[in-house]
Nanobody, 112 residues
């Protein structure tokens, strides 16, 4: 059983930055593809970004391309999402997945 925990969410002004972290334990971290989804109030969960097991390939939703950067440190069993130029529309609960395992989510709120 892999345990996944997100951290780093919070309240930030539009145009600001946040870095989310996702720590996983209980499995072979470096063998899992990982990524982020988000869910805004009243909306469906949507894909944000993903990264291959080695970290060599990254994929982004068009809405965050150029503003968000996904990365991972397999030595630390941790994945990151650097979010820059945050917009009001980025307000959501951000969920990390590691293989088929999911975290509980971390709230990101962008204010004007």
């Amino acid at each position: 059983q892999v345990h996944v925990v997100e951290s780093g969410g919070g309240l930030v002004q539009a145009g600001g930055s946040l870095r989310l972290s996702c720590a996983a334990s209980g499995g072979t971290f470096s063998s899992f593809r990982m990524g982020w989804f988000r869910q805004a109030p009243g909306k469906e969960r949507e894909f944000v970004a993903s990264i291959s097991a080695s970290g060599g390939m990254q994929y982004y939703a068009d809405s965050v391309k150029g503003r968000f950067t996904i990365s991972r440190d397999n030595a630390k069993n941790t994945m990151y999402l650097q979010m820059n130029s945050l917009q009001l529309e980025d307000t959501a609960v951000y969920y990390c997945y590691c293989g088929s395992y999911w975290g509980q989510g971390t709230q990101v709120t962008v204010s004007s």
